[in-house]
């Protein structure tokens, strides 16, 4: 079974641009995540899909990050502009369908590693 | 809502000697708790998760965990550790009911491996 695909996996820009992260989750995956990992820190987590539609984006800094699950399947995350306190490695996880009990592992992938200059 | 600490940031072993990584929880709701591996570059992969089944829960590469409501905790074991745990490690809490299941992790421990 094929895991969690990111890409790319590094990426280096100056800060005031802006960047797009890619993440295709393991197939029939209803449940896309997208964490934030600050060096020294646990991951935080920025936003939750069901399929296509948003279950939680509390966390997400809303005024440079976004992120969208079009057809349900296949997910960015962009951030525009961005700051130096973004640097960070972005991971995504895919969980199967919410509600089934203690099969809602997360799976994550090999995460995006961001240096903002 | 929902916390994790974890005791020590960074443990040093022998190769060989148990391993012990401590984790304490806070939940206002029976927990779900979850123990993940991270090695270098890597996403993170599940070691072991406690699902309100049995308390001693057995998982991966020879790690077990048990879960102690009276003390909060969740504590990773290892009787014997080798060169290819050195890695960091997070425990992590979700709640056992509701739709989001989502998880909150700690800061991490980094596992050093002494030859």
């Known amino acids: 079974e094929a895991g969690v695909a990111q890409s790319p996996r590094y990426k280096i820009i100056e800060k005031r641009q802006s960047v797009a992260f890619w993440c295709n989750p393991i197939?029939?995956?209803?449940?896309l995540y997208w964490y934030q990992q600050i060096l020294g820190q646990g991951p935080k987590l920025l936003i939750q899909?069901?399929?296509?539609?948003?279950?939680?984006d509390s966390q997400l800094p809303k005024d440079r990050f976004s992120a969208e699950r079009l057809k349900g399947v296949d997910s960015t995350l962009k951030i525009q502009p961005a700051k130096l306190e973004d640097s960070a490695v972005y991971l995504c996880?895919?969980?199967?369908?919410?509600?089934?009990?203690?099969?809602?592992?997360?799976?994550f992938g090999p995460g995006t590693r961001l240096t903002v200059l | 809502a929902q916390s994790v600490t974890q005791l020590g940031s960074h443990v040093s072993v022998s190769e060989g000697a148990l391993v012990l990584l401590r984790c304490n929880y806070s939940?206002?709701?029976?927990?779900?708790l979850f123990w993940y591996v991270q090695y270098p570059n890597q996403g993170l992969q599940l070691l072991l998760k406690?699902?309100?089944?049995?308390?001693l829960v057995k998982g991966i590469n020879g790690f077990e965990a048990e879960f102690k409501k009276s003390e909060t905790s969740f504590h990773l074991t290892k009787p014997s550790a080798h060169m290819s745990d050195a890695a960091e490690y997070f425990c992590?809490?979700?709640?056992?009911?509701?739709?989001?299941?989502?998880?909150?992790f700690g800061s991490g421990t980094q596992l050093t491996v002494l030859p």
């Open positions: 899909f069901q399929n296509n539609g948003v279950v939680d």
């Open positions: 996880a895919s969980s199967e369908q919410l509600g089934q009990g203690a099969r809602n592992e997360q799976f």
């Open positions: 406690y699902t309100s089944a049995a308390t």
């Open positions: 992590a809490v979700s709640r056992s009911s509701g739709s989001a299941r989502q998880l909150t």
């Open positions: 939940s206002s709701v029976p927990p779900y």
């Open positions: 197939s029939g995956h209803a449940t």
